[in-house]
């Protein structure tokens, strides 16, 4: 559930909203098995341990919950340096801090936040690669069916946002 929820954020939220804030960076280098490592395998790994494993569960003892997450959350964003990519990170952190709350899983959020990277690369890649970098309209993310991918996509997220918050 969590991954679903996670995965229907990033196609119908996140990266949409990453490739329109973000015109002119070609920067991304594929190519480079080291950098897509680090993206995917090591910065999740090391970002969580830090952020969740020792912010956020240093955070929960002095504050409530939503307090807790959020000012993590913030510290999160903040720590990413990128404007594009701080609203996104800050609520990536509000999820991933939520999940950490619930399922006191530390591997948990590592493996979320690895998805999330994995699936930004692979739509950055497709877009970059196939896609019309010279946006006017929201079918120049995805295409002519760009309305029919994020609308669904967010109804998912909300949907499952809720069952999760709920349990």
């Not at 949409?16 to 280098?29: A, E, W």
């Not at 997450?69 to 964003?77: K, W």
Request: hydrophobic letters at 50%; proline letters at 3%; charged letters at 10%.
């Amino acid at each position: 559930m969590y991954i679903l929820c996670l995965t229907a954020f990033q196609i119908g939220l996140h990266i949409p909203t990453y490739i329109v804030l973000d015109l002119s960076s070609k920067s991304i280098h594929f190519s480079n098995y080291l950098w897509l490592f680090n993206v995917v395998f090591l910065a999740p790994i090391i970002e969580e341990i830090i952020f969740r494993g020792i912010i956020l569960r240093g955070l929960l003892t002095s504050y409530t919950p939503i307090k807790a997450i959020l000012i993590s959350s913030v510290v999160f964003g903040l720590i990413h340096f990128n404007v594009q990519q701080i609203p996104q990170a800050i609520v990536s952190g509000i999820y991933l801090g939520f999940v950490f709350y619930k399922t006191k899983s530390l591997s948990a959020v590592i493996i979320l936040h690895s998805i999330a990277n994995l699936l930004s690369l692979l739509s950055l890649f497709f877009h970059y690669e196939y896609g019309n970098t010279d946006i006017h309209s929201i079918n120049d993310i995805y295409g002519y069916l760009s309305v029919y991918i994020i609308l669904p996509c967010l109804f998912l997220f909300s949907y499952t946002l809720y069952i999760i918050i709920k349990k």
